[in-house]
């Protein structure tokens, strides 16, 4: 008897939260991740599920920046460690214009389902001998940064772009 393959749900997520996964798994294997190198990790985490035809990794617009697909929170939430690894940290600060006085927040382990974490630590194993000018240097070889980038810095990188241009690229992987 032949067993229906179950089809396995994916999840969108804050970016944060899938940074934060980033950062410590890296660390776990010795890895290390800058802020550069997350952002570029961010951008093909997000090109992975969608021309796989998932929803969106993370909900936060992709901007074209010089350097680069960009994550703005995410950029600005560890760019204070400018060009070294970020260090795992078990919290951040989320600034709520109606309650100033609960703005501590606590990173949980499980908000990532585990089949996402999956394609995050492939995706983070995948890049994890490329340096981030290595990874600045493919994006900005790739039409959805092309494109944005044409428009002014820090147009964004639709999602639609980067689907269409993935599954494009996708394709013509299986006709060789």
Request: aromatic share 18%.
């Amino acid at each position: 008897m032949l067993r229906r393959k179950r089809k396995t749900e994916h999840y969108t997520y804050e970016a944060r939260d899938v940074s934060h996964y980033i950062i410590v798994y890296s660390n776990n294997k010795d890895y290390g991740v800058s802020n550069l190198k997350l952002q570029k990790l961010l951008y093909f985490i997000q090109a992975y599920f969608l021309a796989n035809d998932y929803p969106p990794c993370f909900y936060e617009k992709i901007e074209a920046w010089s350097f680069g697909p960009v994550v703005p929170e995410v950029y600005r939430e560890y760019k204070q460690y400018g060009a070294m690894d970020i260090p795992t940290s078990d919290y951040y600060f989320k600034i709520d214009e109606n309650n100033i006085w609960d703005s501590h927040r606590v990173y949980y382990e499980d908000i990532i389902a585990g089949q996402d974490k999956f394609i995050i630590r492939e995706i983070v194993d995948r890049f994890a001998d490329y340096a981030a000018t290595d990874l600045v240097a493919i994006t900005h070889k790739q039409r959805p940064w092309i494109e944005a980038f044409a428009k002014g810095r820090n147009s964004e990188i639709t999602t639609e772009a980067i689907k269409n241009y993935f599954k494009e690229e996708k394709e013509k992987e299986y006709e060789c």
